[in-house]
């Protein structure tokens, strides 16, 4: 599965902001969201703020006096590499877990930089502003939610066809599948916590397909590899907090599956354990960058402005198979 490319989109208006202020998520990915308060006297920031496909989520409440409205959005890891652009022109303090940052233009220890967007939120008629994240295919709120369960639907190894918030007989196949092997009722599917039961499922092993689990202290970026007979395609990267389980997107029957992992630190750079980077590979030499990549030319990967990186082979023969990541 590719990701698609994907745009923050916000709706416009000359509103002023003095009222409650909520981000609503029409992209088919559960994200998390930071906001940033610029005024004469500070920049603040606080997040993460999850939200849903189809939902909204207050973020500040009550009156909002700001010089600036700014935002940093992220989806979550079991997508792999975020497809939501991050090239905002501010700078500002976030931290990995939840936080509220009172000055956030000079970070401290356990902060680290990330780019937001001013935006212009839309005043609603109760008074109250909103801003939308939007991907390219302009989801409303119903394709946008059934665009997000057919996602991850693909992510845990249900083929639920294409990713376009259209429903059909593939989809509502792969569905029934996935809610009968985790025994739950089909009501569930209209439950509020509904992306939060796929994506746990999605971060817990399975006994079909490939799994990564993360048993390190620190966050792993893990790349995939598959060998379908006529070319091999790799493709990176996939976030893997600690404690967690993910699923690569692995399709179809390949004749061989390569894996590559590295634990990183905030910055993302390497972990090195007595100068040697604490990685998880093999012999196979394959092409990887450090931004988000998928490529099916191995040949001569410097060339290319790639780097070749030593996967390993994948013994996928019992049909599943969990890789677990752990300190040596």
């Known amino acids: 599965m590719t990701l698609p490319a994907a745009v923050i989109s916000f709706f416009a208006s000359a509103a002023p902001a003095f009222a409650d202020l909520k981000i609503c998520n029409r992209m088919s990915y559960v994200v998390e969201a930071a906001i940033g308060i610029d005024d004469k006297a500070a920049t603040a920031t606080r997040g993460w ?3 849903d496909p189809a939902t909204c989520r207050v973020v ?7 010089d600036r409205i700014l935002l940093n959005a992220r989806a979550l890891g079991v997508y792999g590499a975020s497809p939501i652009p991050q090239n905002g022109s ?5 931290a990995q877990e939840n936080f509220v940052i009172a000055a956030a233009r000079q970070c401290r220890s356990g902060q680290t930089q990330a780019p937001f967007t001013q935006i212009t939120p839309t005043q609603t008629d109760d008074g109250n502003l909103v801003a939308y994240l939007a991907e390219d295919s302009e ?4 394709q946008a939610r059934l665009a997000g369960i057919q996602r991850l639907l693909a992510i845990a190894g249900y083929d639920a066809g294409a990713i376009d918030g259209v429903d059909g007989p593939k989809t509502q196949g792969a569905l029934s599948a996935f809610l009968k092997s985790r025994g739950l009722a089909p009501d569930i599917v209209q439950s509020p916590n509904f992306f ?5 499922a999605v971060q817990t092993p399975s006994a ?6 993360n048993d390190t202290p620190h966050k792993v970026m893990a790349a995939v590899a598959t060998d379908d007979g006529k070319s091999v395609t790799s493709r990176g990267w996939y976030r893997i907090d600690p404690g967690k389980c993910l699923h690569p997107d692995v399709t179809g029957t390949p004749r061989q599956v390569y ?8 910055d993302n750079r390497a972990i090195k ?22 490529t099916n030319e191995q040949n001569d990967c410097p060339a290319r402005g790639f780097a070749a990186t030593g996967f390993g082979a994948v013994d996928m023969s019992s049909g599943g198979k969990t890789l677990r990541f752990a300190m040596p």
């Open 208 to 213: 079909s397909g490939l799994t990564w689990c």
């Open 90 to 94: 501010d700078m500002l303090c976030v």
């Open 49 to 51: 703020f999850r939200i």
């Open 139 to 142: 989801y409303d709120d119903e």
């Open 196 to 200: 939060k039961t796929m994506v746990d």
């Open 259 to 266: 894996s590559f992992a590295e634990a990183v630190d905030a």
């Open 273 to 294: 354990l007595k100068d040697k980077p604490l990685n998880w590979g093999g012999e196979k030499q394959l092409c990887t960058r450090e931004t988000k990549f998928e």
């Open 60 to 66: 500040v409440q009550g009156t909002l006096a700001a």
